[in-house]
């Protein structure tokens, strides 16, 4: 008996995450499920962000070795530059000023594109996934407009 309430409880828990999870897309799925997607964002922070203070250190961290001036961009996107950052990779333009939920970006990083997941998923020890609360600023920072003079 003991068995099967385990054997229960098991498929009712995997049901349950697969729910709270809604499916990740392929990239070429991603724009006509963005709405369906942002209701998992975290919520943008409410302050004034500051690119020095807050993003730019989670940038240097987490993407600048793949994306910055040292050796050949991944996917040809460059995040060390407003210039270029905004300018967007191989996959077109990821980050829209004032607009989050619709800048693929922010569904790189909440790891909701396939193959997409930034930083990717294998390489994570070395460059750490940001946090709901710093996924929270980088939205903030798209939303007061991507700046990175302040
Ligand atoms: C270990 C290297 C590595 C790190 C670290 C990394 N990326 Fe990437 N990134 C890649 C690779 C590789 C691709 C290309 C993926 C593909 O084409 O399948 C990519 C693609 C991208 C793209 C899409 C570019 C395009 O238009 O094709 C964006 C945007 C991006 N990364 C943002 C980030 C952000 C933001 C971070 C940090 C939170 C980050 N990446 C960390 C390797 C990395």
Same mark, same amino acid.
């Given at each position: 008996?003991?068995?099967?309430? $385990? $054997?229960?409880? !098991? =498929?009712?828990?995997?049901? $349950?995450?697969?729910?709270?999870?809604? #499916?990740?897309? #392929?990239?070429?799925?991603? &724009?006509?499920?963005?709405? +369906?997607?942002?209701?998992?964002?975290p919520?943008?922070? &409410?302050k004034?962000?500051?690119?020095? &203070? %807050?993003?730019?250190?989670?940038?240097?961290k987490? @993407?600048?070795? @793949?994306?910055?001036?040292?050796?050949?961009?991944k996917? +040809?996107?460059?995040?060390?530059?407003?210039? !270029?950052?905004?300018?967007? /990779?191989?996959? /077109?333009?990821? =980050? =829209?000023?004032?607009?989050?939920?619709?800048?693929?970006?922010?569904?790189?990083?909440?790891?909701?594109?396939? %193959?997409? #997941?930034?930083?990717?998923?294998? &390489?994570? #020890?070395?460059?750490?996934?940001?946090?709901?609360?710093?996924? /929270?600023?980088?939205?903030?920072?798209? %939303?007061?407009?991507?700046?990175?003079?302040?």
């Amino acid at each position: 008996m003991l068995r099967y309430i $385990a $054997a229960f409880m !098991l =498929i009712g828990g995997f049901a $349950a995450s697969q729910h709270a999870n809604a #499916e990740p897309v #392929e990239i070429d799925d991603l &724009k006509d499920n963005m709405a +369906k997607l942002a209701a998992k964002l975290p919520a943008p922070a &409410k302050k004034q962000v500051s690119y020095k &203070k %807050d993003i730019e250190p989670l940038f240097k961290k987490s @993407c600048v070795n @793949c994306h910055g001036p040292d050796k050949r961009p991944k996917g +040809k996107f460059r995040i060390d530059t407003r210039a !270029l950052a905004l300018k967007g /990779g191989s996959e /077109g333009v990821s =980050i =829209i000023p004032a607009k989050s939920k619709k800048s693929p970006f922010i569904y790189y990083i909440t790891d909701q594109v396939i %193959d997409y #997941e930034m930083p990717p998923t294998a &390489k994570r #020890e070395k460059y750490p996934k940001l946090t709901k609360e710093q996924i /929270g600023l980088v939205l903030a920072w798209i %939303d007061q407009g991507a700046k990175y003079d302040n």
